[in-house]
């Protein structure tokens, strides 16, 4: 059992370090050596930005399926592109970076308006059949099952705002070529508050309810 578990957190790193990699860490290496060899800034920010939009559409085309985070992805980069190639400012292209936040943070709180919200369906990532059946009768059971989830996509929607409000305003008064890198950290930061957070509302609900939020609840197997 403990070897299985090794072997699939292993399994996982390549599907996490590498759109880490290609999303985050590459577009940022391309504008600064862009930019070292004196690129315009709205042309180094366009082709950095390029990279992740590439790779979500052959993502995307690979799954068969378009997902809405790919789509507005591709559709920022456009828009700010042709903005910025109109108004000449790369600061059109840095305001890209606070959509996708922006969006992404309306979509998670738009979520408490129906019937189960974005954390529910998040978790659904994580669990196996037997605890999807469990967390669908909690939800239709218990309030404090269903207040904790609202509680977790309102912190995870209103973080996401906060990241875009951050953004749109480092991409206003700050120099261009700063807000890249500082933007990123930002994000960083504000995903890993929210994560501890969440990780400990978990476990305290768990400890208090004796029902996880989140997470496979493995049956114990009799030992030979």
Same mark, same amino acid.
């Given at each position: 059992?403990?070897?299985?578990?090794?072997?699939?957190?292993?399994?996982?790193?390549?599907?996490?370090?590498?759109?880490?990699?290609?999303?985050?860490?590459?577009?940022?290496?391309?504008?600064?050596?862009?930019?070292?060899?004196?690129?315009?800034?709205?042309?180094?920010?366009?082709?950095?930005?390029?990279?992740?939009?590439?790779?979500?559409?052959?993502?995307?085309?690979?799954?068969?399926?378009?997902?809405?985070? *790919?789509? =507005?992805?591709?559709?920022?980069?456009?828009?700010? &592109? !042709? @903005?910025? +190639?109109?108004?000449? /400012?790369?600061?059109?292209?840095?305001?890209?970076?606070?959509?996708?936040?922006?969006?992404?943070?309306?979509?998670?709180?738009?979520?408490?308006?129906?019937?189960?919200?974005?954390?529910?369906?998040?978790?659904?990532?994580?669990?196996?059949?037997?605890?999807?059946?469990?967390?669908?009768?909690?939800? *239709?059971? =218990?309030?404090?099952?269903?207040?904790?989830?609202? &509680? !977790? @996509?309102? +912190?995870?929607?209103? /973080?996401?705002?906060?990241?875009?409000?951050?953004?749109?305003?480092?991409?206003?008064?700050?120099?261009?070529?700063?807000?890249?890198?500082?933007?990123?950290?930002?994000?960083?930061?504000?995903?890993?508050?929210?994560?501890?957070?969440?990780?400990?509302?978990?476990?305290?609900?768990?400890?208090?309810?004796?029902?996880?939020?989140?997470?496979?609840?493995?049956?114990?197997?009799?030992?030979?």
């Amino acid at each position: 059992m403990e070897a299985a578990t090794a072997r699939s957190t292993t399994d996982r790193w390549p599907a996490l370090v590498v759109p880490l990699g290609i999303n985050i860490l590459l577009p940022l290496a391309v504008y600064y050596v862009l930019r070292t060899q004196d690129v315009a800034q709205w042309k180094a920010l366009l082709l950095s930005g390029v990279i992740p939009a590439t790779h979500a559409l052959g993502a995307a085309v690979v799954r068969r399926r378009v997902e809405v985070f *790919d789509l =507005l992805m591709a559709v920022l980069l456009v828009a700010s &592109a !042709l @903005t910025s +190639l109109i108004s000449g /400012s790369p600061r059109v292209l840095l305001l890209k970076d606070a959509g996708i936040p922006a969006a992404l943070g309306l979509w998670i709180l738009g979520s408490l308006f129906a019937a189960r919200p974005f954390a529910f369906h998040f978790g659904r990532r994580l669990r196996g059949p037997a605890a999807q059946q469990e967390a669908d009768r909690a939800w *239709d059971d =218990l309030p404090d099952f269903r207040a904790a989830l609202r &509680a !977790l @996509t309102l +912190l995870w929607g209103a /973080s996401q705002l906060l990241d875009a409000s951050l953004s749109t305003l480092e991409a206003l008064t700050l120099p261009v070529d700063l807000v890249p890198v500082i933007g990123r950290f930002q994000s960083f930061a504000i995903l890993g508050a929210v994560a501890a957070l969440t990780v400990r509302r978990s476990r305290a609900f768990h400890a208090g309810r004796g029902i996880p939020l989140f997470g496979i609840r493995t049956p114990a197997t009799p030992r030979a």
